[in-house]
């Protein structure tokens, strides 16, 4: 195959669209035989480029290429993976290009290079030399609100958003305590940190549309976002996510698609491949957001809450992404724990020029249920309450019809998770030993704190799922979804609910881990634990619709009443007792090739969900520290969780475990730390401090398992839950030890050293 070698400014951008003939690539070649783009990155964090000096990186054999931001559409779009919204107040902030000469974060995108080879690629973005003006840098919302501060983003205010919920008088209920906390609490910038980096390919398909292979949680919202980057209509983009490794949020974002796309444009439709470095996926795609919380919590003497109050200042970074969607959500799941009279949540989001955040498992949950958990330990301290005695005397009761979110929190089982864990955990004998460690260098103590989680985004945001099975000869069934399995199970569990809707056995479904914007039905995909609640009932619904039409077609070949008919065990048998009148596999043959009734059997359904169900639960977890250090060793943590009928044990396990191990290292090790020139200082994996399997003890986890009344086959939410409650367990359990309440996270033996010593425990 001949192809063009197209140098740099050759085409315009308007005649690119035109060029035919260059489309006869299948995905597998596409992957092996790509030209690859390598972005050039700006080296300050606040300012814009003068001017791009090209003369040395043409020279880089092998170069295909150079592309600046003139060269691509400017139609600003937004990158965060939401549903698309018909209100236009209610979509996300447009304030993305695909390159951009204005610099609102270090390693801001400023070109493009297309090459033959990686290396001729990496070799011509160094040799490109640009000149900057710089403006002032702001790492902290503070800064960047401040009266002189510069427009981040010129056309929009550096207050992103600023939202006030709540009911109630806090000024009365505070006047009505006994015991007022008002304290402050800020939590980091913390890494996905996946095992797969992001990664896309693009070329032209046989039909002149683009195709793109991409590594992403949101395939049909990636379709989208492609087209209005690019100014094309949505059908002529067709995106293929394979199996990949790892999202957590971070691939809730677009962040290279619509360039690559671009870029193959620019190339005659050549297939063009992106592949961030671990660097690049550390420090510029997505992190979460760190948010700083000034809490006041009012307690009578008894126990009784009268007022939460929270102050909540949330660091979007340099671009808007998901935005004040985190840093806002707050207040009802406050809401949905803890019963208080009068509650207020007021929050800003603010742009500063850190790296953007965006969605992270969680999706805000852990950084408020940091503050407060933690301010909630602390009034029980200042009582003398037990603190778990304390929680259970404040919690909602199931059932409790949530004001500020209005969703009614039918089997809302948080006093259980506490009493179960209490005993699981042995959490009075450990506290009572810990007693035995509160002098000395190595000093224990033990913690819990609680955590409530949606699953889903209704009333907030839209809940579209669909499936498809198709009947194979041989009995066996496709299942075809949009939902997206990123590693978390879901294509498992998804498995197990259309055969045990339909009555046949596991192995009779077959799902494969692609999906495909052309093939699959819509669904919004993978993020804010949904999959198995929302795209559950459109798997439910279309398992039933198929069975119907199967039992419908054994009553016209085997002239037997639907009403008699059932499929049990991979059989069509008679439904008094169970009697065969045929096997799956003899009917499926019949059905496709009977004279008189054969043909395909097909079904398909597509769901809105307009309720939601509440999950929750707590973590525990066993502490010592070294007071001459400032280490901090977990000896023992177990979460109990409230997720509902648990559909599949083994995969529930390795989600809890694996979020676990995400929550402690949230309170313990992780954030990304930037000088005060905006530039990342620790975006690798030597640096940015992950905890290893020799960093973390054997988690212990219990379920609190009933059937949840909404949930389509019983089931509430769990992938994101795991991590919201250990890093506040983690505090709690440092202040047992130590008699001192460190209110940032991470707990870094530096950061619990300098409190220690300031607290007076450390002498000098």
């Known amino acids: 195959m001949k192809h063009q070698t197209i140098g740099h400014n050759e085409t315009r951008w308007d005649a690119i669209a035109k060029v035919k003939g260059e489309a006869n690539f299948t995905d ?183 195709i793109c292979i991409s590594s992403t949680q949101i395939p049909h919202i990636c379709r989208r976002i492609i087209g209005q980057a690019l100014g094309l209509p949505w059908s002529q983009i067709r995106v293929k996510k394979p199996f990949i490794g790892g999202g957590f949020g971070n691939k809730q974002d677009i962040t290279i698609e619509p360039l690559v796309v671009a870029l193959s444009m620019l190339c005659g439709g050549r297939p063009v491949k992106i592949n961030l470095t671990r660097e690049e996926s550390l420090a510029n795609t997505r992190t979460r957001h760190a948010i700083d919380y000034q809490v006041a919590l009012g307690v009578k003497q008894d126990g009784h809450i009268t007022a939460i109050d929270f102050d909540v200042l949330s660091n979007q970074g340099g671009y808007a992404s998901h935005g004040h969607a985190i840093g806002g959500k707050g207040g009802s799941f406050i809401n949905a724990l803890y019963a208080s009279d009068n509650l ?52 909602r009761p199931e059932g409790y019809l949530n ?91 998804f498995s197990q609910m259309a055969a045990d809707t339909l009555g046949v056995s596991y192995d009779k479904i077959i799902r494969d881990a692609i999906t495909d914007t052309d093939i699959d039905p819509f669904d919004t995909g993978a993020y804010a634990s949904r999959q198995t609640y929302i795209t559950g009932f459109a798997v439910q619904e279309c398992a039933e619709k198929m069975k119907a039409k199967i039992l419908q077609r054994a009553a016209e070949l085997y002239d037997i009443r639907t009403e008699y008919l059932d499929i049990v065990d991979n ?30 059997i097909v079904a398909e359904s597509s769901v809105n969900i307009h309720h939601n169900s509440y999950a929750c639960g707590c973590t525990f977890a066993e502490v010592e520290v070294d007071v001459a250090t400032g280490q901090i060793t977990l000896l023992s943590c177990m979460n109990v969780h409230d997720s509902g009928k648990i559909i599949n044990p083994l995969l529930a396990s390795g989600q809890v475990e694996g979020g676990m191990a995400m929550g402690v290292a949230f309170g313990l090790s992780e954030g990304l730390r930037y000088s005060p020139e905006g530039k990342p200082l620790n975006n690798n994996l030597l640096d940015y401090k992950i905890p290893t399997t020799m960093d973390l003890p054997d988690f212990e986890m219990a379920f609190i398992e009933s059937e949840d009344p909404l949930g389509p086959y019983g089931n509430k939410s769990l992938g994101e839950n795991p991590l919201c409650s250990p890093a506040p367990a983690i505090r709690n359990a440092v202040k047992n030890a130590t008699g001192v309440a460190i209110n940032q996270i991470p707990l870094a033996p530096q950061k619990v050293f300098e409190a220690l010593k300031q607290a007076g425990v450390i002498e000098e």
């Open 344 to 395: 207020r949540y007021a929050a800003k989001t603010v742009y500063t020029n850190i790296a953007a955040a965006g969605a992270m498992r969680g999706y805000g949950i852990p950084q408020v249920m940091y503050a407060l958990e933690a301010a909630i330990d602390d009034a029980a301290d200042k009582l003398g309450m037990d603190p778990i005695d304390f929680r259970l005397q404040n919690t």
């Open 28 to 210: 597998d070649f596409a992957i092996r035989n790509c030209l690859y783009a390598k972005i050039l990155r700006a080296t300050i964090a606040h300012g814009r480029v003068v001017d791009y000096d090209l003369t040395e990186a043409r020279q880089v054999p092998g170069v295909i290429k150079i592309v600046l931001p003139e060269d691509l559409p400017q139609n600003q779009y937004a990158t965060a993976g939401h549903p698309y919204a018909m209100i236009p107040a209610k979509r996300d902030i447009e304030d993305r290009l695909m390159l951009n000469r204005e610099i609102h974060v270090y390693g801001e995108e400023i070109a493009a290079v297309v090459a033959k080879t990686e290396l001729a690629a990496e070799i011509a973005v160094s040799k490109i030399k640009v000149t900057y003006e710089e403006y002032p840098v702001y790492l902290t919302p503070q800064a960047a609100m401040a009266p002189d501060a510069r427009r981040i983003h010129p056309e929009r205010d550096n207050i992103i958003a600023n939202t006030n919920v709540g009911f109630g008088e806090i000024d009365t209920g505070l006047a009505e305590a006994d015991v007022v906390i008002k304290e402050e609490f800020s939590t980091g910038v913390q890494q996905h940190a996946h095992m797969e980096k992001q990664v896309a390919v693009a070329y032209r398909g046989e039909d002149q549309r683009w």
């Open 403 to 493: 004001s500020l979110s209005q969703v009614q929190q039918f089997n809302f089982k948080i006093n259980d998770c506490l009493k179960r864990g209490r005993e699981a955990f042995d959490y009075d004998r450990k506290l009572a030993d810990s007693q035995n460690y509160k002098t000395g260098d190595k000093r224990r103590g033990v913690g819990v704190a609680s955590f409530s989680y949606g699953s889903g985004t209704y009333p907030f945001g839209l809940e579209v799922a669909g499936a498809r099975l198709i009947l194979i000869q041989d009995g066996s069934f496709k299942l075809m979804l949009g939902a997206t399995e990123i590693g978390q199970g879901s294509d498992t569990t």
């Open 571 to 600: 059989n069509i048998v008679y439904t008094h007792n169970n009697q065969l009148v045929v096997s799956m596999a003899d009917f499926a043959m019949a059905s496709f090739y009977d004279m008189a009734h054969g043909r395909a």
